[in-house]
């Protein structure tokens, strides 16, 4: 791979976007080797995914806009929809994967954030779909992750006036989870850099989802997607589905028998993916 490293520690696996001259943003080899490392993830150990950009300064600055500009109306539809199985892979992908935005995420760069499951950003963060002022639509699923993500007003505005923001608006207006800045000493010296800090904040939280029952994660990630492109009635069939689908599981037993057996400790000891 030459713009993908992927490194597991424990139950966390972590994919980082390593194209950092071109500020990681993505070409068509960084999408056909995301899609490779994913199919290469080994689900049976690994419980949560961090997807972050190499470097201090960008995330994803989008996709590579040089490709682009010389693609015919064929060979766009087709850079479209490698981003966009991509996109979805992740989006759908079994376990839930948080974004650690470190810098620019624009365009495509923002987009593939919002098929995460969680974004937490860096305070040099800066969020944009930049795309009419390229004379193109966002294509890789901008246009209905972030209205769905924020609201469609927000969405609206931020789409047609091109128009970035920064990190504390993204949290403002619902579209990370949170803001990580970098630790200062009294002396007002910077100790942990942003990036630092803010890949501390993802695998904490990823170790945090790591240690719940796998299966009951899995399935809430797959209610919570499913549910929302439906009505009520049908998101309360799928959440009943995928309730009943965790009795019999050895993580149910073993999760409601350590709270039975008032053992706090058991009860946050992880199950193996029995029964997946
Ligand atoms: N593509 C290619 N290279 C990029 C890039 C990008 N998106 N963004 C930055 N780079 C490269 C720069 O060209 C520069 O390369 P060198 O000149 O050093 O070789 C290097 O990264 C450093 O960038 P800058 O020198 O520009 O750095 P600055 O700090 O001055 O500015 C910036 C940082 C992020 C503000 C600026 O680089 C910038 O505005 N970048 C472009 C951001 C952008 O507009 N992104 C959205 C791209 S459009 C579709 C599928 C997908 C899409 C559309 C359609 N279909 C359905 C077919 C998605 C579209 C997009 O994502």
Redesign the pocket.
Known sequence: MDYILYEVNGAVGTITINRE???N?LNSQVLDELNATLDAVDLDTVRCLILTGAGEK?FV??????E?STLSKAE??A??KK?NDVFRKLETFPIPVIAAVNG?A???GCEISMSCDIRICSDNAVFGQ??VG?G?T???GGTQRLARLVSPGMAKQLIYTARNIKAAEAYRIGLVNQVVSAEVNEAGEVVVSAKDALMAAANKMAAGIAMQAPIAVRNCKKAINEGLQVDMDQAIVIEEKLFGDCFETEDQRAGMANFLEKDKEKKLKVVPFKNC
């Open positions: 001259k071109a500020l943003a960008s600055a989008g996709a590579d806009i040089g682009m766009g539809e850079f479209g981003g620019f624009l365009g495509g930049p795309e390229l193109i966002p294509g890789f």
